[in-house]
Each structure stands twice: as C-alpha cells, then as structure tokens.
C-alpha cells in the first residue's frame, strides 16, 4: 500500500499526524510530510488517518 496525498486539498489539519503520527508529520511551515512507509504493523493506524482526513486529501492505493 502507498498513501498518495492531495497537497492542494491538504489544510494542515494535523488529524493525520494525531492518529499516525510516525507516519504524518506536518513541517513549521504547516507541510504535509510522509515520514515512513506503509507497513503491516501500522496499516490500521494508516486507514484511520485516511479516514478521518477532514478534506479527503489522503488516499491509500495498491503498490
């Protein structure tokens, strides 16, 4: 699984970075940073960040 971003829906919310924050890290300047890949041990945390993403700017696709 690969998290694919929309950084142009993207308003620095920061619920990404609260569910998963080993993945989702936002810069001093309020940048979405993906930190680490996707991986078994944190796949669910991964889907709930997703989830819970207010503007729908994540999304998880095959690859």
């Given at each position: 699984?690969?998290?694919?971003?929309?950084?142009?829906?993207?308003?620095?919310?920061?619920?990404?970075?609260?569910?998963?924050?080993?993945?989702?890290?936002?810069?001093?300047?309020?940048?979405?940073?993906?930190v680490a890949?996707?991986?078994?041990?944190?796949?669910?945390?991964?889907?709930?960040?997703?989830?819970?993403?207010?503007?729908?700017?994540?999304?998880?696709?095959?690859?």
């Amino acid at each position: 699984m690969k998290i694919v971003p929309d950084y142009d829906a993207c308003e620095a919310n920061g619920v990404c970075e609260g569910i998963a924050p080993e993945v989702f890290q936002l810069d001093d300047d309020d940048n979405l940073n993906i930190v680490a890949d996707v991986t078994p041990e944190n796949l669910e945390k991964v889907r709930r960040a997703v989830q819970g993403c207010p503007r729908a700017a994540l999304a998880l696709k095959e690859g």
